[in-house]
């Protein structure tokens, strides 16, 4: 069974960078059909996609992140991880990692099917 | 970005009632659009993707339809376990969630 474990520090002062880790463990992540992601959660902002990568490094960010985001993949670890940086109050939030799967059959609908159980990361100083 | 707007952000219902949430699309997204449930503390659970799909081991009383920029997800005979907030997510352009709406008792 597929399982997302992410990690890292849960207080991050602000201007900083945000950095997390996640490990996927059941399966592995070089696999075609997939993307692996990070999500966050806020009361004010509710689900967010920060962006997600491919095992070969292949990256798409959302335009929110666009500047200050930077997903890695190390396939040798079976990891990936998230940087934000410059990171202010109005980053505080649960973080999550996660699969994204694009097609089924010859369905597309890209979605999350496996997630980690969440990060809460607070900035502040 | 598209926009998502739900309806209701909240409910009130009882074991075994019918349940329908609505999602609309800021403009047209084809079926390009995926339900999930979250209870407190724990991470989204897939429900339905491609607007009427229903994801495996999900229960049959769950059920997704539309298209273009209405959408519904229907509870057809609500569960104790069934209390939760969903969301949608459409995946026709940057990935953007709905508000979610909070099914309670």
């Known amino acids: 069974q597929l399982q997302l474990q992410d990690s890292g520090p849960g207080l991050v002062k602000p201007s900083e960078t945000l950095s997390l880790t996640c490990t996927v463990s059941?399966?592995?992540?070089?696999?075609?059909?997939?993307?692996w992601s990070w999500i966050r959660q806020s009361p004010g902002k509710g689900l967010q996609w920060i962006g997600s990568?491919?095992?070969?490094?292949?990256?798409s960010y959302s335009p929110s992140f666009q500047t200050r985001v930077t997903i890695s993949v190390d396939t040798s670890k079976n990891q990936f991880s998230l940087r934000l940086s410059s990171v202010t109050a109005a980053d505080t939030a649960v973080y999550y990692c996660a699969r994204r799967t694009d097609w089924v059959g010859d369905l597309s609908s890209p979605f999350f099917d496996y997630w980690g159980q969440g990060t809460l990361v607070t900035v502040s100083s | 970005d598209i926009q998502m707007t739900q309806s209701p952000s909240s409910l009130s219902a009882s074991v075994g009632d019918r349940v329908t949430i609505t999602c609309r699309a800021s403009q047209s997204i084809n079926s390009y659009l995926n339900w999930y449930q979250q209870k407190p503390g724990k991470a989204p659970k897939l429900l339905i993707y491609?607007?009427?799909n229903l994801q495996s081991g999900v229960p049959s009383r769950f059920s997704g339809s539309g298209s273009g920029t209405d959408f519904t997800l229907t509870i057809s005979g609500l569960q104790p376990e069934d209390f939760a907030t969903y969301f949608c997510?459409?995946?026709?352009?940057?990935?953007?969630f709905g508000g979610g709406t909070k099914v309670e008792i």
């Open positions: 990568i491919s095992y070969r490094g292949i990256t």
């Open positions: 491609a607007a009427s």
């Open positions: 997510q459409q995946s026709y352009s940057t990935l953007t």
């Open positions: 059941g399966s592995s992540i070089s696999t075609t059909s997939h993307y």
